[in-house]
Nanobody, 130 residues
Framework: QVQLVESGGGLVQAGGSLRLSCAASGRTFSRYPMAWFRRSPGQEREFVAAISWGSLHGSTAHADSVKGRFTISRDNAKNTVYLQMNSLKPEDTAVYYC?????????????????????WGQGTQVTVSS
């Protein structure tokens, strides 16, 4: 059973940067599609970014609201997925969750929906002050 532990959240001023990390247990991490979601106060959890398995760096997708500012990546040797967040805005304030799809997935396919992921981390708080 894969387990996920996020880190890297914190308080940052608008325009600043943070890098979130998600460390995964399990020997088959390299075959898991991974993603980041976030939940802002009073809102539903929403998709942020996803990365596939099966190529050197993985195919990626980013929500329109973060495109050009956030970048998802993975290091299979370290069983870790990252979310580099630049030019942060107050509206990026949320709890950020790492997710893994540990069930069978075709290589290079991206999964963007919350229901497609079966394993979640505990979340890490990101607060952006204006």
């Amino acid at each position: 059973q894969v387990q996920l532990v996020e880190s890297g959240g914190g308080l940052v001023q608008a325009g600043g940067s943070l890098r979130l990390s998600c460390a995964a247990s399990g020997r088959t991490f390299s075959r898991y599609p991974m993603a980041w979601f976030r939940r802002s106060p009073g809102q539903e959890r929403e998709f942020v970014a996803a990365i596939s398995w099966g190529s050197l760096h993985g195919s990626t997708a980013h929500a329109d609201s973060v495109k050009g500012r956030f970048t998802i990546s993975r290091d299979n040797a370290k069983n870790t997925v990252y979310l580099q967040m630049n030019s942060l805005k107050p509206e990026d304030t949320a709890v950020y969750y790492c997710a893994a799809k540990s069930s069978f997935a075709i290589a290079t396919i991206l999964f963007l929906k919350e229901a497609e992921y079966d394993t979640w981390g505990q979340g890490t708080q990101v607060t952006v002050s204006s």
